[in-house]
């Protein structure tokens, strides 16, 4: 229809009180490129994308699509348009079947009332009228058609995915498989990956990206949002980079280099490397044989998971997500109950303890979700920082609490850990700081208290790039100091650049042990999927518990 | 004994139809994410309005219907402030129950002496005749007011409407995820508001059948804690329609025991070993006021069954309740 | 044309919106309700005058105001202390049933004197009111069942018991009345000073300087308002969220048990059956009002005082139902939520024509 690209953003503008998330952005996509989004968390990419599909609206700017004007006021409107979209987070509703969920939104009509059904009895006239059809659209389902379309798709682009199942059923892979169904169930011509392969094993990263160039060949658009370079270089046609809300550039990914990019979305010469001592390393800190939990829905997630920590040493678990690694955290602080094994902090046998014991003992915990179980984000500043020490005797004795005391508490750790943004500790809520902030905020409380161990699950996922260096060098300061750290990270970098020794976990067992020095990266990451001739997928009998466990909804 | 049983059997079913309306609405409404804690004030409103607009009209058909459309009114203040205004839920409920309960309290004084005849007892067309004459259950099931025949024929109605329709699959989803629905292009606002609306219209009907068929009267009050057991009978239920059946006739029975309890006396004789501490003991748990407070003990117990058995996945809590939804709130 | 509602979330209240907020939620709450005045045609204004400033203006009337502000302070606060850690006793009045039994038993069948035996009556019915919110404390705290229907539900088990009470065990005077018998003089709450205002308010004084102390003074309460908040983080920080959910309901129980022995053996003189006007619902509203601190639960509940003194006499003057306070309590906190939700975020509505190039096909349907 036109010469010009597939989609044109112009100058778009989003502001959120106090920041602006995109300062006047422009972006081009042609037909059937795969356009990479690079940037940095907080760079703005997530922002654009989802005003891309109509779930935030722009403060300014234009949007055109296939020469055609874009005025979304809902996500339905850029469905119509021909925009879908992976989240980063699946949007996926895991008590619906894979079917329904792909369906949902399109009021699929039941057979018997679909206009171009042809076994149905009932007059085709009568089935095209519009107040029949539009009963029908709301007042029946039929599935039977689209399982049979979605079930051809999964075909057609070699995935294996049973159109019944539900979806908490389905490993992380299928999932986003699904995912990309939905979509390509719409017919969309221009589709949307938010940092896809964040949830993926090599492995499977490896097969979105052959689906991906499927696609691409038969004239799809894609924009591939993504902060790792690699993937930019591995699979985009061009790129766009985005830094504090604003436009870099746009280039060939063909004509640059990794550092060229690492210095278009980072703004100056990264050489992300981290002097780091030897370890002294001491006495054992945490002592944990033949640990065994099960996760929420009663399944096995911890399967006999041996471990030591000495005073001094950082023990990285590398693992993709979901193989029981908050399982482990929690077990290790006394927040899971046990179903077997031991757990020792120093000299104390804690197995079955309470997490108040674990505290005493002087184990700390930076847990994975900063605002469902690090902070309480409605409450000061103040009360987030002496959250594990308020019991403490320098805050007065007995049953009376010295809140001035706590008030200096709080602003000594504000103002040795650099938490930003706060002036007041009793007036700042927790959940009024930024993401970096906040972590900051709760590293400083648990390591204030100098541990013995620390357990660290995810500790710099979704932080900027600033934050993420102070948060490391603090880590390994803390080491030097005589703590031990189980350090829990989806970021092999991360295992690799702060471990003493690396642990892979694959399905609630230690799959492999080995030291940065020694280690194979290609080998850690076919570790992480269950080691050779697998690739990912569950075992036959893991699917059958599940099914076995589980009841529908409908 | 027979009679006794019949009689018994038939006010079970008819004490538990204003429970299978109100627990069948709120399924609905908590299906989508809102929970509604003004169920009793809004079956207060639907009593009181439906008999005035009976008493003064004289069709207790058009009584039936304006409490369905008073009970919306009232759940339209709690979907404006819950889900437009993103208020908090249970304040909302709460205070929705207390201005139902002052409301018609300040308005329903002057008809308290009121008489009516309300909803006569009618048997089941068609087929109702030939079967009414089945002996104990003949009486109970086919022999009674309209909208006792309209409850039970709206369960698998629900059903269907909750498990097989579009519609119902969109609900399903707003109270699941409600982010999820709407990338979906599902309109969650609409969603909610529709069955907000639906949980009111069936509160206002429960209540006006409690005026208009059980009592044939209105009083201050008469609900009794009945809307409150309905949200209880609802967790109990699973979140499914046809599980809510089986709570509303477990409270029926004791409602109806409640009722029939002057008529009851049972005593050991005076040979039987203890009976000097039996007999007391049986006159406290047969006394009117002690039975009287069954029917809320046997739900907290219920309730405490029901939670104990399943963890909160098994128990099928629809993910997204009492959570407000707003796009832009990252 | 298009209209359009925008919001943006305020980053700073203005200091007058957050100070005029009760003021304009009151107001707005008696302007809807002079409707229902007007339905029974009652001049609002009149009624108005009557309810506030003649019961304001007139001793007898203040009088009665703190009277009976005391069921409704020690009610508020067994709301109250339980919200500060996320939990909702909705069953405060029937935990004052319960005080109210057990504190006239003590005090029909304990022969001692007054200074012994009326703060055993307070401990007996501290007791009671504690165990009847103890239990659905402790079915939440262990279980995860729903407080909200528990504490609801077993207010009518307590109203019950006390109508059995009267007709049973306890039933006493002449003839067959459903009332107990008069309490001796030595259990019954001396006077004030003379004011005609029993002791009963200095219970409620002591309670509120208490929950204020241990609210924001001690460790507990540090526990107290961190489970509030996210009982995940408190887990995880070694708090024990049983042990809290415990003890806010056992708190708040006996504050409401203190209520119903207060009003049995400062107002009434013997066990009724539902002696009380709602005490325990009120206390919702006042506990709401209230919520920002223990002070401010005893001036909500002064207010309603006011309002439920005011109210009876509106009735006597003008034959309206005394419910009519329900509907003002109701409406209240209804526009106190809207009043929250119009400060954290400003509206705009801007009136826009209909865009030209609109894309065809984005008409939206249910």
Known sequence: MTDGPFLRMEDVLKEFPGVVANDEVDLAVGRGEIHGLLGENGAGKSTLMKILYGLYAPDGGEIRLDGRRLDLDSPQDAIERGIGMVHQHFMLIPRLTVAENVVLGEREPSALFRAESEDSWLPESFRENRVVSGL????????????????????????????????????????????????????????????????????????????????????????????????????????????????VGTVDTSSVSRADLARMMVGREVLFQIDKDPAEIGDPVLRAENLRAEDERGIEALSGVDL???????????????????????????????????????????????????????????????????????LSVMYNATMKDFRDDRFGGG???????????????????????????????????????????????????????????????????????????????????????????????????????????????????????????????????????????????????????????? | MAG?????????????????????????????????????????????????????????????????????????IHAFLTISLSSDQVISGIMLTLLGTGLTTFFGQEWVSESISGFPRTTLPLVGEYLVGIPVVGEALFRSTAPDFIALALIPVVWFFLFRTNLGL?????????????????????????????GGFFAGIAGAHLSLAFSQLWVPGMTAGRGWIAVALVIFAQWR?????????????????????????????????????????????????????????????????????????????????????????? | MNVEIDLTAREDVPRWLSYGTPVFTILMALAVSAVALVALDVNPIAAYSTMFLETASDELGLRQTLVKSVPLVLTGLAVYVPLRAGLWNIGAEGQLYAGAIAGTWVGLNVGAPSYVLIPLALAAAGVAGGVWAGVPGWLRARWNVNEIITT???????????????????????????????????????????????????????????????????????????????????????????????????????????????????????????????????????ALLGRNGAFQVLLAALFFALLFVGGSSMEVVYGVPAALIDVIQALIILFLITAEFIKSYRVDVTIEREPNDRPAGTVGEV
């Open chain 3, 152 to 286: 609801l539900l077993l207010t009518f088990v307590a109203i019950e018991l006390a109508n059995y009470m009267v007709r049973g065990p306890m039933q006493g005077g002449q003839g067959n009345f459903p009332v107990s018998a008069l309490l001796p003089t030595a259990a019954l709450l001396p006077d004030l000073f003379g004011t005609g205002v029993h002791a009963g308010f200095v219970v409620g004084l002591l309670a509120v300087a208490a929950t204020y102390v241990i609210v924001t003074r001690t460790r507990v309460g540090f526990e107290v308002t961190f489970v509030g908040s996210n009982p995940a983080a408190a887990t995880q920080a070694g708090m024990s969220t049983v042990k809290v959910y415990l003890l806010v309901f056992l708190l708040g129980g006996a504050m409401a048990g203190f209520a119903g022995v207060n009003e049995i053996a400062g107002v009434q003189g013997r066990l009724r059956p539902e002696f009380s006007p709602g005490y325990g619902f009120t206390a919702i509203p006042i």
């Open chain 2, 241 to 330: 329609p046809e599980r809510a059946l089986i709570g509303a006739y477990l409270f029926g029975l004791l409602d109806a025991l409640k009722l029939r309890s002057q008529a009851i006396s049972v005593q050991v004789g005076a040979e039987t070993p203890f009976a000097g501490t039996i007999n007391p003991a049986l006159d406290f748990v047969m006394h009117p006021t002690i039975m009287a407070t069954y029917p809320y003990l046997a739900t907290i117990l219920v309730l405490f069954v029901t939670v104990v058995r399943f963890d909160s996945e098994q128990l099928g809590v629809p993910s997204a309740l009492l959570e407000a939804y707003s796009r832009e709130t990252d």
């Open chain 1, 308 to 378: 030591t920590v000495r005073s001094g040493e950082i023990v990285g678990i590398a693992g993709v997500s979901g193989n029981g690694q908050s399982e482990l955290a929690e077990a290790l602080v006394g927040l899971r109950e046990l179903t077997d094994g031991r757990v020792a902090i120093a000299d104390a046998d804690l197995t079955g303890a309470s997490p108040r014991r674990f505290i005493d003992e002087g184990v700390s915990f930076v847990p994975e979700d900063r605002l469902e179980y690090g902070c309480a984000e409605d």
């Open chain 2, 170 to 198: 969109e609900i399903i989803s707003v109270g699941e995820d409600p982010e999820t629905a709407d990338t979906m292009g599902v309109d969650v606002f609409r969603m909610r508001y529709l069955c907000v609306l639906i």
């Open chain 1, 399 to 554: 049953y009376f609490l010295d809140y001035d005391e706590l008030e200096t508490y709080a602003e000594t750790l504000v103002e040795e850990f650099d938490v930003r943004g706060v002036r007041d500790t009793t007036e700042m809520l927790a959940g009024d700081l930024s993401g970096g902030n906040l972590q900051k905020l709760i590293l400083a409380r648990e390591l204030y208290r100098d541990p013995r161990l620390l357990v660290a699950n995810q500790p710099t996922r979704g932080v900027d790039v600033g934050a993420i260096e102070f948060l490391r060098e603090t880590i390994l300061d803390q080491r030097e100091a005589g703590t031990g750290v189980v350090l829990i990270s989806e970021d092999l970098d991360e295992i690799f650049d702060l471990s003493d020794r690396i642990l892979v976990i694959y399905e609630g067992e230690i799959a492999y042990e080995t030291t940065p020095t020694e280690a194979d990266r290609k080998r850690v990451g076919l570790e992480m999927t269950g080691g050779e001739g697998t690739d990912g997928e569950p075992t036959a009998d893991s699917a059958d518990q599940a099914v076995a466990d589980g009841r529908g909804d409908s």
């Open chain 1, 136 to 247: 029908a659209r709301r007042f029946s389902l039929g599935l039977d058609v689209p399982e049979q379309r979605i079930a051809d798709l999964a075909e057609e682009y070699g995935f294996d995915i049973d159109v019944g199942a539900s979806i908490w059923q389905l490993n992380v892979g299928q999932q986003q498989r699904v995912e990309i169904l939905k979509a390509l169930y719409r017919d969309v011509d221009l589709l949307i990956l938010d940092e896809p392969t964040a949830v993926l094993t090599p492995n499977e990263a490896e097969r979105l990206f052959d689906t991906l160039e499927r696609l691409a060949e038969r004239g799809l658009s894609i924009v591939f949002i993504t902060h790792k370079l690699k993937e930019v270089k591995a699979i985009t046609d061009r790129v766009t980079v985005l830094r504090e809300g604003e436009n």
């Open chain 2, 4 to 76: 006794f049983v019949a009689g018994l059997l038939d006010a079970t079913v008819r004490a538990s139809t204003v429970l299978v309306f109100a627990s069948l609405g709120e399924i609905i409404s908590e299906r989508g994410g809102v929970l509604n804690l003004g169920v009793e004030g809004m079956m207060l409103v639907g009593a009181l309005g439906g008999f005035v607009v009976t008493v003064v009209s004289g069709s207790y058909w058009l009584g039936f219907f304006v409490a369905g459309l008073l009970g919306v009114a009232m759940a339209l």
